[in-house]
Nanobody, 115 residues
């Protein structure tokens, strides 16, 4: 059974940076397009970024130019570099396949942007 474990979140000031990681216990990355999602308090979960097996990327308009998704298939890990963070980026961040599969949701990692 594949498990996804997110890490790297924390508290950061506006304008700061974080790097999130998502490690998979199985070879999911060789099969799926992978992505990052986030859920802010009181809001629905939303898609943030995606990366194909070949490395093609796509981003939500709200993060384009500030966030960068990458993957290391050999390590079964994907990353999300968050730069120029804003308070509205505060959320729990999750990784999953694109489109997502319910069985792959992990515990997420909290990102809080506040002064």
């Amino acid at each position: 059974q594949v498990q996804l474990v997110e890490s790297g979140g924390g508290l950061v000031q506006p304008g700061g940076s974080l790097r999130l990681s998502c490690a998979a216990s199985g070879s999911i990355f060789s099969i799926y397009v992978m992505g990052w999602y986030r859920q802010a308090p009181g809001k629905q979960r939303e898609w943030v970024a995606a990366i194909s097996r070949g490395g093609s990327t796509n981003y939500a308009d709200s993060v384009k130019g500030r966030f960068t998704i990458s993957r290391d298939n050999a390590k079964n890990t994907i990353y999300l570099q968050l730069n120029s963070l804003k308070p509205e980026d505060t959320a729990v961040y999750y990784c999953n396949a694109v489109p997502f599969a319910d069985q792959y949701w992990g515990q997420g990692t909290q990102v809080t942007v506040s002064s």
